[in-house]
Each structure stands twice: as C-alpha cells, then as structure tokens.
C-alpha cells in the first residue's frame, strides 16, 4: 500500500479539496454541505440553474474553511489529495438536530463529534482508503479532545451498494474499528459511537 497522510482541512488547503471534489463538487454538487446547511438554504442540483448548481453550496465549505474552521480531513498519497472525510463537533451539523431520523436522544450531551461523510473519487474506492480516513477522523476527533465520536452508517448486509447511497460508510467498517452499534431511538436508522479514551 502506498504510504497515506490524513491531513485537516485548513484554509491553506482548500485548493485542494477543491481541487478533489471536482466540478461536480463530490456528491451532486453538495459540496458536503448538507449536514450543514438548513433546509431552506441548501442548493439541491435538480433546482437551480445548470450553471449555477452548488455555487452557493460550495461557496459556503469555502467560507468555513477559509475562516479557519475545520470541515473535515484530506487523505494525501504521492500523487495528493486522494480522500475526504467530514468530522466535527456534532453541533457543526445543524440537520442533525432537526433530522427526524438521525436527531440526538440528548442533543446537549458534552463531547459528542459526528462523522458524516466519505468522499473518493471512483478510481479510489475499494483499496482500504475509507478505513484509513476512519482511522484518522478517530485520531484527530480525540486530539481535539472529543469523548465520543458518533456516525450514521448504512447497513448493506455485507454486500455492496453504489457509493452516494454509501456515503456515511457501512455498519461493516465501524464495527471493524470498535464502534458500538445500536438503532436509533426513534428511527429505524443505525447508530455508531465509540468512547474516545484520552492519552
């Protein structure tokens, strides 16, 4: 395997995340905005103009990155960037709370981070490279001093689905990294959570 660094993804970087999610900016244009972005402001591609599909989604990832905040971690390997993944503290993600399938039992609760998204472009996938940028969104979710990391995997029965109904990974890859799974509390959604031990 080559050798991967998993990198945040500062304002000097944003070239090149910009540069990974392409022209169609990763999934339809979402430009891995819609955890964060309401309902109202979110631009879906099948609703605006050609031309202006995910401008404002976009625009709206490079505001957060330039002003500093981290949306997430880029997997880099001797050609550059080759991954994404988008982790924060859980309340970065403003669907969630509002999410009738994803929200919460107890949306106050200290420490909580949330993984949403996995991004590869297709000549990428399938090589392992999902599970080394799980490994590093657990790391660096610890170092910034999380105590629970908590993700929305989908439940494929082992077997393979297309990549953007895939997006927030597999129940597979989180039970292989320790993850504890368990249905959501008021949906039939599969939660995962793993305690972050501080070392």
């Known amino acids: 395997m080559s050798i991967v660094?998993?990198?945040?993804?500062?304002?000097?970087?944003?070239d090149d995340l910009e540069n990974l999610f392409g022209p169609t900016g990763a999934?339809?244009?979402c430009w891995c905005t819609f955890f964060r972005r309401r309902a109202k402001d979110y631009t879906e591609s099948t609703t605006c103009e050609r031309s202006r599909r995910g401008a404002d989604n976009k625009e709206e990832l490079r505001r957060l990155t330039l002003d500093g905040r981290i949306p997430g971690l880029l997997?880099?390997?001797?050609e550059g960037p080759c991954g994404w993944v988008s982790v924060a503290p859980r309340g970065?993600?403003?669907?969630?709370s509002r999410s009738r399938t994803l929200r919460p039992a107890d949306p106050?609760?200290?420490g909580v981070w949330s993984l949403v998204c996995f991004w590869l472009p297709p000549r990428r996938r399938r090589r392992g490279m999902g599970g080394r940028l799980l490994d590093g969104a657990i790391e660096y979710a610890r170092a910034q001093g999380a105590?629970?990391?908590e993700?929305?995997?989908v439940d494929t029965a082992g077997g393979r689905a297309p990549s953007a109904e895939v997006y927030a990974g597999t129940v597979e890859m989180f039970r292989?990294?320790?993850?504890?799974l368990a249905d959501h509390h008021t949906s039939e959604r599969i939660i995962a959570r793993l305690e972050l031990k501080q070392e």
């Open 5 to 14: 660094s998993i990198e945040p993804a500062t304002a000097e970087r944003w």
């Open 27 to 29: 999934y339809g244009h």
């Open 147 to 149: 105590r629970v990391l």
């Open 176 to 180: 292989r990294a320790g993850f504890t």
């Open 75 to 78: 997997a880099y390997d001797e």
């Open 108 to 110: 106050d609760e200290p």
């Open 151 to 153: 993700a929305y995997p």
């Open 92 to 96: 970065d993600y403003i669907r969630l």
